[in-house]
């Protein structure tokens, strides 16, 4: 039984990196841990026999999974006790485990690539029904796994940690009501329970949330959650997160028009109208993203993306992760953004 504590420096943070050391070593009877460290590298302890730790060094030089290593340290040391098992080791909880490696990876990733981020993201996010009905499980499911706590926390921590200032997530839009009053009662339920527990994360992380869209027509219970939320988170703007809820965009224009008719004014400019409109203050989206293959933006704020980059994906909603949205603010840094110039 020999051991060895190997140090694995590059993109090995917010990429599955541990689990994937975790099942390797299951898998292969090796003993010991896998934890992050706070310079963005890995610090991994195995014991085994000479040979097993030879081939999970040269393993891990193969970039196993979505890593890119760059280096490995490697000490051997005196078996003093022996590990039961192979652990993970987190940072605090889960969700600030998670937190911590995706910031180390945004960095790390800024670094790398030179990436210009939008200071305003918005998603469309589709597919929910179609991802669950491939996989054979009622389409709440696909809700409840699109719009779950730890999913859009992941999200919005990555564009936070890409360098993006706001991000709008259309959770609702005005032609969904027409859908089953069961699908929508669960979609609400789901929302409820993800404002409320908003409420820590925004205190903690000085996040601001606002709700895009009408509030008349949703059920007391929601409705007074997100006047809850955006009152208590009023006063920060470290980021901002806008739920896009019973929005559509012609609804919008139409409600923006009536607010001008009431104060009576004649003759109002494009420099104007913005301010009647729910994002009044807020800059124009610079990036949006629509998951599952459709190319349409579906009437998603159509006067403030006169001059948005569209970035379309064929993955489900459900599916769309961290290194997804990485991919699309890669991208957009690619494009040359004329604004109607030369």
Same mark, same amino acid.
């Given at each position: 039984?020999?051991?060895?504590?190997?140090?694995?420096?590059?993109?090995?943070?917010?990429?599955?990196?541990?689990?994937?050391?975790?099942?390797?070593?299951?898998?292969?009877?090796?003993?010991?841990?896998?934890?992050?460290?706070?310079?963005?590298?890995?610090?991994?302890?195995?014991?085994?026999?000479?040979?097993?730790?030879?081939?999970?060094?040269?393993?891990?030089?193969?970039?196993?999974?979505?890593?890119?290593?760059?280096?490995?340290?490697?000490?051997?040391?005196?078996?003093?006790?022996?590990?039961?098992?192979?652990? %993970?080791? =987190?940072?605090?909880?889960?969700?600030?485990?998670?937190?911590?490696? #995706?910031?180390? !990876?945004? /960095? @790390?990733?800024? *670094?790398?690539?030179?990436?210009?981020?939008?200071?305003?993201?918005?998603?469309?996010?589709?597919?929910?029904?179609?991802?669950?009905?491939?996989?054979?499980?009622?389409?709440?499911?696909?809700?409840?796994?699109?719009?779950?706590?730890?999913?859009?926390?992941?999200?919005?921590?990555?564009?936070?940690?890409?360098?993006?200032?706001?991000?709008?997530?259309?959770?609702?839009?005005?032609?969904?009501?027409?859908?089953?009053?069961?699908?929508?009662?669960?979609?609400?339920?789901?929302?409820?329970?993800?404002?409320?527990?908003?409420?820590?994360?925004?205190?903690?992380?000085?996040?601001?949330?606002?709700? %895009?869209? =009408?509030?008349?027509?949703?059920?007391?219970?929601?409705?007074?959650? #997100?006047?809850? !939320?955006? /009152? @208590?988170?009023? *006063?920060?703007?470290?980021?901002?997160?806008?739920?896009?809820?019973?929005?559509?965009?012609?609804?919008?224009?139409?409600?923006?028009?009536?607010?001008?008719?009431?104060?009576?004014?004649?003759?109002?400019?494009?420099?104007?109208?913005?301010?009647?409109l729910d994002t009044g203050g807020i800059p124009d989206?610079?990036?949006?993203?629509?998951?599952?293959?459709?190319?349409?933006?579906?009437?998603?704020?159509?006067?403030?993306?006169?001059?948005?980059?569209?970035?379309?994906?064929?993955?489900?909603?459900?599916?769309?992760?961290?290194?997804?949205?990485?991919?699309?603010?890669?991208?957009?840094?690619?494009?040359?953004? =004329?604004?109607?110039?030369?």
């Amino acid at each position: 039984m020999e051991e060895a504590e190997i140090k694995v420096s590059g993109r090995v943070q917010g990429v599955n990196f541990r689990n994937t050391i975790k099942s390797y070593c299951d898998t292969h009877e090796i003993k010991g841990y896998v934890m992050n460290s706070r310079d963005g590298s890995v610090t991994i302890v195995i014991q085994g026999k000479n040979d097993k730790i030879e081939r999970f060094i040269a393993w891990v030089n193969s970039n196993p999974g979505f890593s890119k290593v760059s280096k490995v340290d490697i000490a051997r040391k005196e078996v003093k006790a022996k590990y039961s098992g192979f652990e %993970i080791i =987190r940072e605090g909880n889960y969700f600030v485990d998670k937190a911590k490696s #995706l910031s180390r !990876l945004g /960095k @790390l990733f800024i *670094r790398e690539e030179k990436v210009r981020p939008p200071a305003h993201i918005a998603i469309i996010p589709d597919g929910n029904r179609r991802w669950a009905k491939e996989k054979g499980i009622p389409g709440s499911f696909g809700h409840y796994t699109a719009g779950s706590k730890e999913h859009i926390i992941e999200l919005m921590t990555e564009a936070r940690n890409l360098g993006c200032k706001y991000l709008s997530i259309w959770g609702f839009s005005t032609e969904n009501w027409k859908r089953d009053s069961g699908e929508i009662n669960a979609i609400f339920d789901l929302i409820i329970r993800n404002v409320n527990s908003f409420n820590e994360l925004a205190q903690q992380n000085q996040i601001r949330f606002r709700h %895009i869209g =009408r509030k008349d027509k949703f059920p007391k219970k929601l409705r007074g959650a #997100l006047i809850k !939320l955006e /009152k @208590l988170t009023e *006063r920060f703007d470290n980021f901002n997160v806008l739920l896009c809820l019973d929005y559509g965009g012609r609804d919008e224009i139409i409600r923006a028009v009536n607010k001008l008719l009431k104060t009576g004014k004649k003759k109002i400019s494009e420099e104007d109208f913005p301010v009647y409109l729910d994002t009044g203050g807020i800059p124009d989206p610079d990036l949006i993203i629509r998951t599952s293959g459709e190319q349409r933006t579906s009437g998603f704020m159509p006067f403030q993306s006169a001059y948005a980059e569209l970035y379309f994906t064929d993955k489900y909603f459900p599916e769309f992760n961290a290194a997804d949205l990485r991919e699309a603010v890669k991208e957009f840094g690619k494009r040359q953004r =004329r604004f109607g110039g030369k």
